[in-house]
Structures are given as structure tokens and as C-alpha cells.
T-cell receptor
Framework: DGGITQSPKYLFRKEGQNVTLSCEQN?????MYWYRQDPGQGLRLIYY???????QKGDIAEGYSVSREKKESFPLTVTSAQKNPTAFYLC???????????????FGPGTRLTVL | GQSLEQPSEVTAVEGAIVQINCTYQ??????LSWYQQHDGGAPTFLSY????GLEETGRFSSFLSRSDSYGYLLLQELQMKDSASYFC???????????????FGQGTELSVKP
């Protein structure tokens, strides 16, 4: 089945620790995105990548880092520099190109990160 | 800055029709999308408008007026399972510049009552 997966579903970390959230897709999509969602809030873009080995900062990139070494994978590291990391993290992907379908983003199930 | 405005909450009864509005102020406009998110779940795509007018997909329709920087999502024959948050999202830059990057609104929580 084609889709986008995130692991783990729930993650707990101690203050001061870095943690990496996994995101994998087998949809053959070029573009991938990381969002943060706080309770009762919309989605805020952290980082996005249009192609392998390239990525750009979103609106709230401070305290986060990403890599895009493979088309299928776009891991997000939440570093100790992120002051308030407790949130729901969503990964998404979309195809590239000129078709209207490229405005559709496909989301993974999310990782709920709690800092203790 | 760039922003999208939508009501925070809407309540309606089963079988009714509800309209969720979205107004946007963005540096550019290349399309308005709508997403549904059930509590604790992932957003799923509902509808997309790039040109003025109404797009219909089953019980859901979406409307766009670019001159008014305004759109809405219309849900007909409401069912209990439609209780969820609904987000509008705008692509504000050409795909060549920023790919499919979207700006999301804060979301509208729809409660459907029996």
C-alpha cells in the first residue's frame, strides 16, 4: 500500500536531549514537509524539501534540523535549542510538477512529542 | 504578513448545511485548498480551487472569489462523522519558487449535534 509513515506515534524525552522523528513515504513524491501543530492551532511549517539533498526553512525552523539524503525519507531532529518542543508533529508529501494535484499534500499519522 | 482567517468554531445539527468561510491576505495566490482533521488524526485533503467558482465533490463543495480574497467550504447533509476541524490553506508562490508550500489557517472546529 502506498502511503506515508511516521514513527514513533508517541515520544517522550527529557529536557536537553535531541530526538529524531522518522518520516518515510513510498508515494514517489518529490516534495516533503514537516509541520508542528499545537492544541487548537493550525499547522505551522518547520522545514520543507522539494528534491533530494535540498531543503528550505519554513516559518518556525529555529531549534530543528532536517536531512534529505533519500527521496523516501525526511527525518526531523528536535534539538535541545527548541525552547518549547512539546507538540504534535506532522509530516507530509506532495508530487511536483504543474498538475493541480501538486497542491494536494498527503499527511502521515503524526508523532506526539512530550518533553518531561 | 501572510494570514488566513476562519471562524474558530461552528455548530450545526445532523442533516443541516453548514458553510465555513476563509479570507486570506497573502503575497500571492495560486490556489485554495481545504483539509479535514479528526481529533488526534492526520489532515486529509478535501477540495481545491484555483479559479473562481464552485467545485463540488459529493456532499462537500468549495467556492472561491479571488477578487474578494475569499472562499468557503460547504458541507451538506451533515453527518455525525463530519465533526472535525477544517483548515483552509493557500499556496502563495509559484511552484517553481517554493514547490507546493502551503499556508494554513488556524482551523474551524465543526460540531455536529443529533
Amino acid at each position: 500500500d502506498g502511503g506515508i509513515t511516521q514513527s514513533p506515534k508517541y515520544l517522550f524525552r527529557k529536557e536537553g536531549q535531541n530526538v529524531t522523528l522518522s518520516c518515510e513515504q513510498n508515494l514517489n513524491h518529490d516534495a516533503m514537509y514537516w509541520y508542528r501543530q499545537d492544541p487548537g492551532q493550525g499547522l505551522r511549517l518547520i522545514y520543507y524539501s522539494q528534491i533530494v539533498n535540498d531543503f528550505q526553512k519554513g516559518d518556525i525552523a529555529e531549534g530543528y534540523s532536517v536531512s534529505r539524503e533519500k527521496k523516501e525519507s525526511f527525518p526531523l531532529t528536535v534539538t535541545s535549542a527548541q525552547k518549547n518542543p512539546t507538540a504534535f508533529y506532522l509530516c507530509a508529501s506532495s508530487p511536483q510538477g504543474l498538475a493541480r494535484s501538486t497542491d494536494t499534500q498527503y499527511f502521515g499519522p503524526g508523532t506526539r512529542l512530550t518533553v518531561l | 504578513g501572510q494570514s488566513l482567517e476562519q471562524p474558530s468554531e461552528v455548530t450545526a445539527v445532523e442533516g443541516a448545511i453548514v458553510q465555513i468561510n476563509c479570507t486570506y491576505q497573502t503575497s500571492g495566490f495560486y490556489g485554495l485548498s481545504w483539509y479535514q482533521q479528526h481529533d488526534g488524526g492526520a489532515p486529509t485533503f478535501l477540495s481545491y480551487n484555483a479559479l473562481d467558482g464552485l467545485e463540488e465533490t459529493g456532499r462537500f463543495s468549495s467556492f472561491l472569489s479571488r477578487s474578494d480574497s475569499y472562499g468557503y467550504l460547504l458541507l451538506q447533509e451533515l453527518q455525525m462523522k463530519d465533526s472535525a476541524s477544517y483548515f483552509c490553506a493557500v499556496r502563495s508562490a509559484p511552484r517553481a519558487n517554493q514547490g507546493g508550500k502551503l499556508i494554513f489557517g488556524q482551523g474551524t472546529e465543526l460540531s455536529v449535534k443529533p
